[in-house]
């Protein structure tokens, strides 16, 4: 009954900027930790950025500089902001929870292309 549900992907150009969010329902716990992962066709999951409940955030290296993770605790949300979008980013990304065990949301499609 755990949700996580996200938003906010599309089409956007290279060098555009697009920013997820992800909401959790079901639930009253928070999640120690929160994240995006993201899985392009024929590849493995990655992580994206995650944050753990103290804030302290991490990056994967291809999207350092350019991407940002908020959460907000206590609300059970997460938010990914895109910004100097490239081909290479173009997923389904993931949003991600942690409370003893894996929760995963459903996936938003992030194109860009021009």
């Known amino acids: 009954q755990v949700q996580l549900v996200e938003s906010g992907g599309g089409l956007v150009q290279p060098g555009g900027s697009l920013t997820l969010s992800c909401a959790a329902s079901g639930i009253i716990f928070r999640f120690d930790t929160m994240g995006w992962y993201r899985q392009a066709p024929g590849k493995q999951r990655e992580s994206v950025a995650v944050v753990v409940s103290s804030g302290t955030t991490t990056y994967a290296d291809s999207v350092k500089g350019r991407f940002t993770i908020s959460r907000d605790h206590a609300k059970n949300t997460v938010t990914l902001q895109m910004n100097s979008l490239k081909p290479e980013d173009t997923a389904v990304y993931f949003c991600?929870?942690?409370?003893?065990?894996?929760?995963w949301g459903q996936g938003t499609q992030v194109t860009v292309s021009s």
């Open positions: 991600y929870g942690w409370r003893g065990r894996n929760y």
